[in-house]
């Protein structure tokens, strides 16, 4: 931090939430249809819609891996051909790390990894949509309930500037998406975030996120000044996979299953989801409709951003009348992107502009750094004024706050 001279702010932390998360708030009418818990086989299981839940093999987060322990997987380093069990490493019962599920300790934990303040995101959290796809009333009670949890345990902004919980919004049913965005906002929200990918429709389809009955929600957001982020998390996309399966049903090759990867979907279809999301939200005229709409991509990478501004911009010089706006001019004008600490930086600042990077580590998770300031050492290419930009100005930018 003392060579840097400020404090970062990181645009990514997580919690691990609590076993009544989904519970504690309920509607009793609903508790069924939503989430349960159960022993089976001797151990607690999720039930989402009266089925297993297999999104986070380990729900209840007890105990838990160390911070960053995936590192070299996700940096390509995996040399030893190491599965990933074997690199989660030892496990720690989650009573030894309280900033996993208490603000107060959280806090503290950032004055010693010398941060600013962090966004706080969900774990299991966007993973649950999916589950409950087929009953949309399930699904909004379920996440209602959620997000009275998240202001109890952790509040959405508590004045301090350290700490900002983001509400998970679904959008499954448009009127009770906007009923939900209003009340986190009369509560206090400074930032919301959802999923990635289609809108499930409660017939077992899906529609696109740009659909005009979901523009009260997406007015109301624009209206507020408050950012949406899209983090990465299980949506409709993970079907595709099923098309290219090559293995017997069941066999589980072709998508995602807590961390079961396989090398197909890791190839074909890493960034399918967030990048045909916001290419959706353009194609179809949300950016243009709605011009004060702040959107961050969370947890999605971000090497897929160069492909999309391409592609965008050969569609605008093919059908120019299908935009109001330049594309790409609306994508740098109104999304900031978190990029993966193994991304390319310099490409990406070249792609969107430097003032649209966020610094993002997704600590406490396995996949993230385990000291988060580190990230630092993935953009050497940046100058003082841009390293400063990303690691701090831009998510207060994105949040409306001053520098």
Known sequence: MSELGFKPFDADHHYYEATDAFTRHI????????????????????????????????????????PGSLEDYFRGRNTGGLDLKTMFGDLDPISEHPPYRDRAARVLQLDEQGLAGALLFPTLGVGMQEALRHDLPALHAAFEAFNRWLDDDWGYDQGDGRLYAAPVITFADPARAEAEVRRVLDAGARILVTIPGPIPDGDGGYVSPG??????????????????????????????????????????????????????????????????????????????????????????????????????????????FAF??????????QVWVSPYYEDDMGRLRDAIGIDR????????????????????????????????????????????LPA
Request: hydrophobic letters at 45%; one cysteine or more.
């Open 27 to 66: 509607d009793p009418k609903m508790a069924k249809r939503a989430m349960q818990w159960a022993e089976v086989g001797g151990k607690q299981r999720l039930l989402v819609g009266g089925k297993i839940n297999k999104f986070i093999p380990n729900p209840t987060f007890d105990p838990i891996a160390q």
């Open 211 to 320: 659909h005009a009955q979901f523009d009260g929600v997406w007015g109301l957001i624009a209206e507020s000044g408050v950012p949406l982020a899209l983090h990465a998390g299980l949506s409709g996309v993970s079907h595709y996979g099923k098309f290219w399966r090559s293995a017997p049903p069941g066999g589980g090759d072709g998508g995602f299953e807590g961390f079961k990867h396989a090398a197909f979907p890791l190839v074909a279809f890493a960034d399918r989801g967030i990048s045909d999301t916001f290419a959706a939200l353009i194609c179809h005229g949300v950016l243009e409709r709605f011009p004060a709409l702040k959107l961050a991509s969370i947890e999605n990478g971000a090497m897929w951003v160069p492909d999309l501004l391409r592609n965008l911009n050969d569609a605008y010089g093919k059908m120019p």
């Open 357 to 400: 990077l966020l610094f993002g580590s997704d600590f406490p998770h396995t996949e993230g750094l385990p000291d988060p300031i580190q990230y630092v050492k993935d953009i050497p290419e940046f100058d003082a004024a841009e390293t400063k930009a990303v690691m701090l100005d831009n998510v207060l930018d994105l949040l409306g």
């Open 324 to 333: 109001k706006d330049h594309p790409v001019e609306q994508f740098r004008r």
